[in-house]
C-alpha cells in the first residue's frame, strides 16, 4: 500500500496557473514542506502559449527550459530546482483518479494517496478530438491535437517526417490560425477547414476576419469555410493521406491538426461542488461552495465584476491572475486581513507571421470598424470598438505599438460614452489616446 501524503496546500494540475500559483505562494512566505503540485505532466508548469508559437519555429525554435513560468509576464524562470530550493514537492507523472472534498482526499492511479488542508484545482481543459465523436477514420497516425509539450513533441516529429508535405488544420479558432501560421513558415502546403462563415467567430466580426482570412491567402494558404471534416483515408501503415469534408471534396493531408476547442476538466469534482458556465463556481476570491477549495484558470466560473456577471475564461493572462489572486485570498483568509475582490478586465492576444493584434473587453453592441483593413498593406494598423448602450466596451487593434495597446485596454476598462458612433469610426485611435 502507497503511503499517504499530507500537505497543508495542494496544486492540483502544472499548467501556467500552477506556476504562478507557486510563485505567489513563496512571495507570501510558504514554508518548505507545505505546498506540492500534483501533475499529470512529466515537467515542472511551462508557459503553453509557447507550445503554438516558438516551439514549432522551422529556425532557434523554443525549448524547455527556456519557457517555463513564469517567463511569459517578464518574470523569473521557474526550474525544476526553484522549487526544491523553495521546499515546494513537484509531484509529476501522477494521475489523480479521485478526490474526495469531504475527506480532503486525493487518490492517483498508482494507489497514492494526498491529503490537503487547502486545495487548488488548476486541471485546465482537455482538447475536443474527433474520435469522441466517431468520425470515419479519426484515428488514424498523424492526425494530431496540441494541448501539451507531449503533443508538441508529436506535432514536431510529424513535420520532420513529413517534410514540405501537405498538411489541414481543422477549425478556424485560435489554434487553427496560430498553426496554419506555423506549418506555412514550415514549408508546408496548408488548408485550413472549418464550418462558420469566417474565422476566429467568438471574436472576430466579418470585417476583421476579412483582413486575416486574406492576408492568409496570401501567403499561400488555402482556406475552406462553411464545412467539416467527415472522415479520413490512411495507407497500408495507418497514416492518415487524406481529409473527407462534407461538401464533398477530399483533401490530400501527410499530416492533420485539428483544433476545435476544449473542455474544462472537472469531472473528479462532479456531485462535489457548485458548477455553472461549464465549469466550478467560484467567488472573487476563487474560492468554490466547498470552504477551503479553490478554482483557477480554465476550470473557474467566476463573478466578472466589470460585467456584473459570472464567466468562464480560457486564456492564459486570467490563468497568471486568478492563480495570483486566489493565493493572495488564502494567506489573507489566514491572517484575517482583507484583500480586493478580483476585477478582471478581458484580454486576449495573438501572433502570427509579422502580425500581432491585441483585444480588450467585451465584444458586444454595435461594432464599429477603423483604419484600413487591406489584407495586402505593408504595415496594417486598424481595429474595432464594440458599442454597447452608449458606451464603448470592447477594443480590438492590430499592429499597435505598446502605448497604442495600452491606450486600448484603458478605454475598455473605462467604457467611456460616444455620441456620434460614425465619427468613432473617422477618429479611430485618436478616441482612445483621449481617454
Known amino acids: 500500500m502507497a503511503a499517504e501524503k499530507r500537505f497543508k ?109 487547502t486545495l487548488l484545482i488548476s486541471t485546465g481543459s482537455s482538447v475536443i478530438k474527433l474520435t469522441d465523436f466517431g468520425v470515419q477514420g479519426a484515428e488514424a497516425n498523424n492526425i494530431l491535437y496540441l494541448r501539451d509539450i507531449v503533443d508538441a513533441d508529436k506535432l514536431v516529429a510529424a513535420m ?33 477547414v472549418y ?23 496570401n501567403k499561400g494558404i488555402n482556406i475552406v469555410k462553411g464545412t467539416v471534416a467527415v472522415g479520413f ?23 492533420v491538426i485539428v483544433g476545435v476547442g476544449g473542455r474544462p476538466l472537472i469531472n473528479l469534482f462532479k456531485g462535489q461542488v457548485a458548477e455553472e458556465k461549464g465549469g466550478l463556481k467560484t467567488d472573487a476570491f476563487f474560492e468554490t461552495s466547498v470552504p477551503g477549495v479553490f478554482a483557477i484558470g480554465d476550470v473557474a466560473a467566476f463573478p466578472l465584476k466589470l460585467y456584473n456577471e459570472t ?42 507571421f509579422d502580425i500581432a493584434w491585441q483585444f480588450y473587453g467585451d465584444n458586444v453592441g454595435d461594432d464599429v470598424l477603423f483604419g484600413d483593413n487591406d489584407p495586402t498593406a505593408a504595415k496594417p494598423k486598424f481595429g474595432t470598438y464594440w458599442v454597447k448602450d452608449g458606451k464603448v466596451v470592447g477594443v480590438f487593434l492590430e499592429g ?21 458612433v460614425d465619427a468613432l469610426k473617422t477618429e479611430g485611435l485618436d478616441f482612445a489616446a483621449k481617454v
Not at 160 to 171: F, L, N, R, S
Open 9 to 117: 496546500y495542494v496544486i492540483l494540475g502544472g499548467g501556467v496557473a500552477a506556476g504562478y500559483a507557486a510563485r505567489e505562494f513563496a512571495k507570501q512566505g510558504v514554508k518548505p514542506g507545505e505546498l506540492a503540485i500534483i501533475s499529470k505532466e512529466q515537467v515542472a508548469p511551462y508557459e503553453r502559449p509557447a507550445l503554438s508559437k516558438g516551439y514549432l519555429f522551422p529556425h532557434n525554435a523554443a525549448r524547455l527550459p527556456g519557457f517555463h513560468t513564469c517567463v511569459g509576464s517578464a518574470g523569473e524562470r521557474l526550474l525544476p530546482e526553484w522549487y526544491s530550493d523553495k521546499g515546494i514537492e513537484l509531484i509529476l507523472s501522477t494521475e489523480i483518479v479521485k478526490a474526495d472534498l469531504a475527506s480532503k482526499t486525493l487518490a492517483s492511479s498508482d494507489g497514492a494517496t494526498f491529503t490537503y488542508e
Open 160 to 192: 520532420q517526417a513529413k517534410k514540405d508535405g501537405k498538411a489541414v488544420v481543422v477549425g478556424g479558432g485560435y489554434i487553427g490560425l496560430e498553426l496554419s501560421a506555423a506549418l506555412k513558415t514550415n514549408n508546408f502546403d496548408v488548408t485550413m
Open 195 to 217: 464550418p462558420e462563415p469566417w474565422c476566429m467567430p467568438r471574436l472576430f466580426t466579418a470585417g476583421l476576419a476579412n483582413f486575416y482570412e486574406g492576408y492568409y491567402a
Open 233 to 255: 483515408d490512411a495507407d497500408a501503415n495507418g497514416d492518415v493521406t487524406a481529409v473527407k469534408l462534407r461538401n464533398g471534396t477530399v483533401l490530400e493531408a501527410d499530416i
Open 311 to 352: 464567466r468562464r475564461v480560457e486564456h492564459v493572462d486570467h490563468a497568471r491572475k486568478s492563480a495570483e489572486q486566489a493565493v493572495k485570498a488564502i494567506k489573507a483568509k489566514e491572517s484575517g486581513e482583507s484583500l480586493a475582490e478580483y476585477d478582471y478586465l478581458p484580454y486576449f492576444y495573438s501572433r502570427s
Open 400 to 420: 499597435g505599438s505598446a502605448e497604442e495597446n495600452q491606450a486600448i485596454a484603458k478605454v475598455a476598462r473605462a467604457q467611456p460614452p460616444v455620441a456620434d
